[in-house]
Each structure stands twice: as C-alpha cells, then as structure tokens.
C-alpha cells in the first residue's frame, strides 16, 4: 500500500512538472499536504529514474514531454485498473479507438489477455505499442493509422496520419490526456499528439477519457478539447471532490475502476 501511494505521489508530482517544466518544494508541500521531506525523498526517487533533476528548493523537468517508456513507470497500477476498467464498455461489433498513451496499453493488455464476450471488433490506433501488444494475441481487426513516427510517444503523426483518420467512422474513443482540469480541459503535453486526438475525436460518435485521477488539476502545455467534450471519464476512486462535481456539472458519465 506504502509503494502505491508513492507511486501516486510521483505521478502527481510529475503531472506538475510536466504543465509547469519547475516546480518548488514548499509549493508542492501546501498544494499536495505533504511534508516537504516526503516531497525531498520523492523526487531524489523521480531523478534516479532520470525523470527530472532537483535544483535548490525544487526541481526542473528535463524533457516537457517525458518519454513513453518511463512514464509507463509512473502510476503503473492505477493505469492498469483504468485499462482494465474501460475494456467493460467494449462490445461486438464496434468500431473503436485506442490512444498512444500508457493508460491506453494498459487497456490493450487487458484486451490481449481475452474478452470472450466480444466476438468480433475493430481496433484502430496511432499507438505503435498498442499494436505491439495486440498483434498476434487476439482475432479482432486491427488497424494502425500511418505517417511520421512520434518517438516519444510511440505515435504516428502529421499529415499521413490525419488524412487516414479523415476517413473514419469511430463508435468509441478512448483517449488519454496528460492532464485535466474543469476550466482548461482536456491537455497534453505535446501539439503533434493533441492534434491528433482532436481529429479523431471529430470521427467519433463517443469519447471516454481513460485518464487517472493524478491527473485531475493539472494543465499541461497543448489544449486538447473543453471538460465537457468527453461524454464518459474511466477513472480510479482517488479522484478530487471537485473533479466528481465537475464531472456530474458538466453531464459527464463517471465510471470507477475496481479497487485492488
């Protein structure tokens, strides 16, 4: 219980950084009611991973867009059980769409490991991992979306891609976000990804946001779409008081991952 909660901690910590690119000890201390020598140990953790580096009475981000495979470190069991969770609204015959994210190969490694009540599904991504993982490991259709590779993320991006995506008739859209807020929306923390997300989000009938509940307050660099533009939110049970009540304000379907 002690490693998740430092875990959610980190990821918390990170989502600041990743929205600010600095941040202070006492700031993070009175914003997260933590003690700043729990905040200290953290980030010593967070810069042994290579995540930031600690300056005098803080630290500094040292890439805005942290690469795929160490956030896929970053509140890993939260983002399984959201992975997990959001494969419940998966159904035979659906078009869907799974983000390049960390979350979103977590919901594809619950897909890979079986559904059986889905017989039949179209899977389409920009996520090269998320391919990865399914190919070969399950009999549903999938498709990956073509153009210039995103390395950070493990994406495909530009042109190549948003005219693939053009094309599209989606039923369900589950996308990841870096960060979200009632007031700033859904953000990210790269353009070439929010782009994307925006142009498959004008394909779909339905988004749902699989996205933890460190995420919840933070603002990262690139806007995605409004709060409200997201009909279903696919999140663990730690989330804020006010982001439940943003959420139902905002007409929002909140559907909870099952606690360990």
Same mark, same amino acid.
């Not at 070439?192 to 009938?205: G, H, T």
């Not at 603002?219 to 533009?229: D, G, Y």
């Not at 008081?241 to 909140?254: F, H, K, N, Y």
């Given at each position: 219980?002690a490693?998740? %909660?430092? *875990?959610?901690?980190? &990821?918390?910590i990170?989502?600041? +950084? ?9 700031? +993070? #201390?009175?914003?997260? /009611?933590? @003690? ?7 980030l010593?953790?967070?810069? =042994?991973?290579? +995540? ?46 799974l ?6 190969? *977590? ?7 079986? +559904?059986?009540?889905?017989?039949? %599904? ?11 993982? %399914?190919? $070969? ?5 999938? /498709?990956?979306?073509?153009?210039e ?5 493990l =994406?495909?991006? $530009? ?5 693939q ?6 039923? %369900? ?27 498959v989000?004008?394909? @779909?009938?339905n ?6 509940? #460190?995420?919840?307050? /933070? ?18 049970? @730690? ?5 439940? &009540? #943003? ?9 909870y991952?099952?606690?360990?």
């Amino acid at each position: 219980m002690a490693e998740y %909660l430092a *875990e959610h901690r980190m &990821e918390m910590i990170m989502s600041e +950084l990743a929205a600010r690119g600095e941040c202070r000890t006492r700031q +993070l #201390a009175v914003q997260f /009611q933590l @003690s700043e020598m729990t905040l200290r140990r953290d980030l010593a953790e967070l810069e =042994s991973r290579g +995540l930031l580096k600690r300056v005098h009475g803080g630290a500094v981000l040292l890439n805005r867009d942290v690469e795929y495979a160490k956030r896929m470190e970053l509140g890993q069991a939260q983002k399984q059980r959201v992975g997990h969770a959001a494969t419940r609204l998966l159904k035979s015959g659906q078009t869907v769409y799974l983000d390049a994210g960390t979350t979103a190969f *977590e919901m594809a490694r619950a897909i890979a490991q079986g +559904l059986p009540q889905v017989t039949h %599904l179209n899977i389409v991504t920009h996520g090269i991992s998320i391919v990865g993982e %399914l190919a $070969g490991k399950t009999p549903y259709t999938l /498709q990956l979306i073509g153009g210039e590779v995103y390395q950070n993320a493990l =994406s495909t991006v $530009g042109p190549v891609a948003l005219a693939q995506i053009a094309q599209l008739g989606i039923d %369900l859209f589950f996308m990841g976000a870096g960060g979200v807020d009632g007031h700033a929306g859904w953000t990210n923390s790269n353009h070439v990804e929010a782009v994307v997300k925006r142009a498959v989000i004008a394909r @779909s009938k339905n988004v749902c946001a699989i996205c933890d509940s #460190a995420k919840w307050g /933070q603002e990262s660099f690139a806007p995605i779409v409004p709060f409200a533009a997201v009909s279903r939110w696919i999140v663990d049970r @730690s989330l804020a008081r006010e982001g439940v &009540e #943003a959420a139902r304000a905002a007409g929002m379907t909140l559907t909870y991952a099952a606690e360990p």
